[in-house]
RNA sequence: GCGCCGCUAGCUCAAUUGGCAGAGCAACUGACUCUUAAUCAGUAGGUUCCCGGUUCGAUUCCGGGGCGGCGUACCA
């Protein structure tokens, strides 16, 4: 490996140094009995006991023949003192060949120094990792404020194992992602569903409106999808009888990357026979309301400046009542051109190439979506703009179907599921006829999803949660790559 | 896709009108037995993202390209 920099040569050097002194500077084991929070916690000043620590060496201070240093682990750091005398002479030799990253073992006993710092004094030091690259370790003020350090956007995207090694924050994040998910499993464990897989490679892709990724398989000879949701192939564990399934997994939509967008995400998917869309807003409201609890320690939380009220029941507002308050149309009796108008005040272009639907979709996005800032419902959408709800009761120009919003974003997708087979059919028919106009985006006629319902599928509750979204109003970031461990980014040259 | 901004030492950042490319941290040598952005003395470290142009001379100006950020468009 060529352009290797003076310092990664100086680490080298060390590295040979150390193997000539006969240490292994890639150990292979170490017993610890305490976490650095464990050890901090524990402290008594009577009894100060013995802790083996193992960790990253994060700053290093050294006097001549007694050296200070900080070790980092999992749980958080804790400040190490070495003497000359109290740890020998040949161990201090090591302590002097440490580096800013190493990865080392610690025993000694705890106590309190002069200005009052629980520290490690130590007896026995064990390298256990040489870090031969210097990692952009920052140094922390007494006012905390970190100087150096790791800021390039781009270096931290793209070697995230450095950006998680000096950034406890960063690893903080995908603490809260982790317990943020596995709460909702154990919450809908709890209520009887039943976690399922589902393919990822698909011969036809379906359940949302996307372009997906094509890939082939060589034995088979045949080109497949990466899948752009799981709710087809989820609907067709309902028709075989598992009442309730959910999914959490990544799908894939070849579309722009931005700050709300990654080519693969995270997504939830929940089917619950014998319930409509009614059941599954409550499940919703129950479940984010939970997830936030269990994350942040309450349903209202501050962010972003805004003091984000999830406890339910959420605010229910009418699609097309939020279209007549936001944008002053009435869509029942509208016509295309009265559709145009509104958006036309707000510059949108190219409007006499769109269809209707997508008209509709416009107006929703420009005028209504960004009103919706504190958590609440979006409810009763229009039937062509949602080609696998059932038509609203009593109003079939509407589909049974809810959006779940915050911070003008969707969060969630939810329907009483289309299960009359016929229609069905007729409404896959007319996604087709979309695509043929231009639609690249339109759904495919799926025939063996058809003949499941043809089996006959309960009638379904059915809901979708963006789970990278979520996460990052948890985690109080505004870029989904800063929720995402290894965000897509182009090739590095 | 498009627009704006950025890319300089390992890291964080400077560099006047186009005039020898600098600092702090990290590194190296030495001093220092309660320090904490440790301190002190000294040393070394550069394809200024890449290609081309203008110029006596380009980090700087111009053109093209790469990568990233932000905004915008599509989408969850």
Redesign the pocket.
Known sequence: MA?R???????R??LERLRERGIDPFAYRYERTHTTAQALAGFDPDTAGTVRLAGRLV????????T???LEDGAGRM?L?F????VGDEAYELVK?L??GDVIGIEGDV???????I?V?ARAVTLLTKAL??????????AG?V????????????QRYADLAVHPDVREVFRVRARAISYVRAFLDERGFLEVETPVLQPLYGG????PFTTHHNSLDRNLYLRIATELYLKRCVVGGLERVYEIGK???N?????????????LEVYQAYADYTDMMALTEEMVAGVVQHVTGGVRIERFGRLLDFSPPWPRRSYLELVHEHAGVDLRTADDDALRAPLRTRG??ALDALPRT?LV??IF??FVEPTLQDPSFVVDFPIEVSPLAKPKRGDPILAERF?FFVFG???A?AFSELNDPDDQRRRFAAQVAARAAGDD?AQRMDEDFVRALEYGMPPTGGM?L?I??LIMVLAKQ????DVILF???????
């Open positions: 352009g920099s003076h310092v990664e040569e100086a680490r050097a060390t700053a290093l201070r050294g006097h001549g023949k007694t200070f240093a900080h400040q003192y003497r000359r005398d109290e060949l580096d800013l106590f309190r120094t002069r200005t009052g710092e520290t004094r690259r210097p990692l952009p370790l920052g140094k922390s003020d007494a404020d100087h150096g350090g790791l800021a390039d956007p781009e270096t931290r995207y793209r949302a409106m996307a372009r799908d894939f939509r579309e722009g990357i931005d700050r709300l967008h990654n080519p693969e995400f995270t997504m949108v272009e997508k979709d416009e996005k420009e959006e974003r969707e969060l997708n985006e979708g963006g990278d979204r505004t870029s989904i790559r965000p897509m980014l182009r090739a590095e040259t």
